[in-house]
């Protein structure tokens, strides 16, 4: 599959996740008073952002037809 996410794009997808997945870790030690489907559902999200962010590939991107990567 071919890189679909610009790179700005990708490092604010990692930044996100990252804030997404130490808010999911505060909720799971008790630290943060959130539902726990909450503190799964925010640890599966920031791991899908810092992926495609990484990877650079979206995969609801590709489905939508969505190219916001500029040739490398």
Do not use: F, H, Q, W
Not at 50 to 55: D, P
Request: charged fraction near 20%; aromatic fraction near 2%; proline fraction near 3%.
């Amino acid at each position: 599959m071919k890189r679909n996410i610009g790179r700005i794009d990708a490092l604010v997808r990692i930044a996100a996740g990252v804030a997404i997945a130490v808010l999911a870790v505060l909720a799971a030690t008790g630290r943060l008073t959130v539902p726990v489907v909450s503190a799964v559902g925010l640890g599966v999200a920031g791991a899908v952002l810092i992926v495609e962010g990484a990877t650079r590939r979206c995969l609801l991107y590709r489905v939508l037809g969505i190219d916001r990567c500029p040739a490398d």
